[in-house]
């Protein structure tokens, strides 16, 4: 069984600080990794996604993603936050062509002062 | 594309009544999946359908709960005698296959909110 684990619960930065948000997964075979966000009051939006590939992936807002597949990790980063990226970040994963349902961690409430 | 969109957006209800949620997916997109979240978790998968088919079940979701989606466009998930632990959030997602891939992106609604007394 698949599962995901976000170790930083809730995160609290000052504007421009840079950002790194840990996602490690237990899963022995390939994996699609995600990223969603959910700001305050909206519904969750994919920020990036790794199918194949590059393992560095851009998503929108100036998010990258790093798959490091030695270490089973997708941490996120950001070189510079902005007050508007205070949100809850949630990492998942699903297996393709097998199971589609996505297996999501627990999540890391990032919190950014102006 | 209007995006999925969940009804109602808030449930209140009283233990032991039935409730109905009904979402409706992103048009042409042939998968629909439940998901319940509860305060400080991620989403938990409940169930998947492929057009009118449910194709997976997970064990969370007892046999009070069910969903259906019986011409393959919008999803109704029904829960009956409701507990207090069914309290939460309740994600519709869809997605449709990329070609050539064998996975694709969810795109998730706003969810229901259900607060069982």
């Known amino acids: 069984a698949q599962s995901v684990s976000q170790h930083n619960h809730h995160v609290i930065l000052s504007e421009a600080a840079s950002l790194e948000l840990g996602c490690n997964y237990s899963?022995?075979?390939?994996?699609?990794l995600f990223w969603y966000v959910q700001y305050p009051g909206q519904h969750l939006q994919l920020l990036l996604k790794y199918f194949s590939g590059d393992p560095l992936v851009k998503g929108i807002k100036g998010f990258e993603a790093e798959f490091i597949k030695s270490k089973f990790s997708f941490n996120l980063r950001k070189p510079s936050v902005q007050w508007s990226d205070t949100a809850e970040y949630f990492c998942a994963v699903n297996a393709p062509g097998s199971a589609r349902q996505l297996t999501f961690g627990s999540g890391t409430q990032l919190t950014v002062l102006p | 594309d209007t995006g999925v969109s969940q009804d109602p957006r808030h449930k209140i209800t009283k233990r032991g009544q039935n409730v109905t949620f009904r979402c409706d997916p992103i048009s042409e997109h042939n998968r629909l999946y439940w998901y319940r979240q509860t305060l400080g978790q991620g989403p938990e998968f409940l169930t998947y359908f492929q057009n009118e088919a449910q194709l997976e079940k997970s064990r969370l979701l007892s046999d009070r709960f069910s969903a259906e989606r019986p011409k393959g466009s919008f999803s109704t998930l029904e829960i009956q005698r409701t507990e207090q632990g069914d309290s939460a959030m309740y994600l519709c997602a869809s997605s449709s296959p990329t070609s050539g891939i064998s996975t694709d992106t969810q795109y998730f609604g706003p969810g229901t909110r259900l607060t069982v007394l």
């Open positions: 899963y022995g075979g390939t994996v699609n």
